[in-house]
């Protein structure tokens, strides 16, 4: 008997970031982090089970095998198991951004792959659950469920590394410009060498404070302290990256540039940060009445840029991809 379903999440931006996975299989992390679900980017995925001749996977128009694919059947297998479902499956995901250049792709597309099939599953769960099982798919995505600011437990064990809301976007809102500067990047590589970096045992230490005076700042409302400890993350985040085994830099020419020009904005009085997950784009964070002025300064830079807020959780749709 088919059963369709159709689910958007949000891409998130880190601010206590997450790097390293103790767990390849289960991706359990190292550490608990802390995000922000960055609205109107979004991904949009319909799942159907039924009697296909075989089950099929297509992203943003192409056809899906490899490494990626492994991903989703991480996903998909535990979803079938556990609603006892031996049907082969359709999935078409489409997100209205790029892929692989910072942006967290990722999150959101096994975010609303995993509230989409779960739904065409006929799975009664609730959301940490959900995002329990997103984390199969990509660690980041158990915060694209919760959505808002979020935090991911890293827990002890598969079912109890989950996420939940610290604040949704009707609480606290913010000003998110993003910067894209374009440079491919597979976020997989620099989560393997993590523990090369004779900083990673530095920042493990440093995490406790962080994500204390990261959620205090959240729960208090504070957007320029959230955007000043996001800022301090990104520095020793990326310290690990280039301290590895592999040397990997990241960044770009571009990617400088516009540290520089967020530091000179906030010398002139406005509260901008940067922010950068793994890659070469930039989030400069501030509070909303600012993001205006903040977005024209990196324009006129020549640098591209997308306006973004604070989003939602992941959510059903009523409008099927086919």
């Known amino acids: 008997m088919s059963s369709k379903a159709t689910a958007i999440a949000h891409p ?59 991903r989703v059947m991480a996903v998909m297998d535990r979803i079938r198991e556990m609603a006892s479902i031996e049907d082969n499956f359709r999935i078409v995901s489409e997100s209205d951004f790029e892929s692989g250049i910072g942006l967290g792709a990722s999150a959101s597309g096994f975010a609303a792959l995993a509230t989409a099939a779960c739904s065409a599953a006929r799975l009664e769960i609730d959301r940490r659950q959900l995002s329990a099982i997103a984390r199969l798919g990509a660690g980041s995505a158990t915060r694209s469920v919760a959505g808002g600011f979020a935090r991911w437990e890293a827990g002890s064990s598969d079912s109890d590394s989950y996420a939940y809301s610290l604040a949704a976007p009707e609480e606290l809102q913010m000003g998110i410009v993003v910067a894209i500067v374009r440079k491919t990047k597979r976020t997989e590589d620099a989560h393997r060498e993590v523990l090369s970096s004779p900083l990673y045992q530095g920042r493990l230490a440093y995490l406790h404070t962080a994500l204390a005076e990261m959620t205090w700042a959240i729960r208090s409302h504070n957007v320029s302290e959230i955007g000043r400890i996001a800022e301090r993350d990104t520095l020793v985040l990326h310290a690990i990256t280039m301290t590895g085994n592999n040397g990997m830099i990241l960044w770009k020419p571009e990617t400088l540039k516009i540290i520089e020009i967020t530091r000179e904005m906030r010398k002139e009085g406005l509260n901008s940060f940067f922010s950068i997950d793994t890659g070469a784009t930039v989030y400069i964070n501030c509070p909303v009445d600012e993001i205006r002025e903040v977005e024209e300064r990196i324009r006129s830079a020549g640098i591209e840029t997308v306006r973004c807020s604070v989003g939602g959780p992941s959510r059903l749709v009523d409008t099927h991809l086919f």
């Open 12 to 70: 998130m931006q880190g601010l206590i970031k997450y790097h390293g996975l103790r767990d390849e299989r289960l991706r359990l992390p190292f550490h608990d982090s802390i995000s922000v679900a960055t609205a109107p980017l979004k991904t949009t995925t319909t799942v159907e089970f039924g009697d296909f001749e075989r089950s099929s996977v297509e992203i943003d128009g192409k056809r899906v095998s490899g490494r990626p694919l492994e």
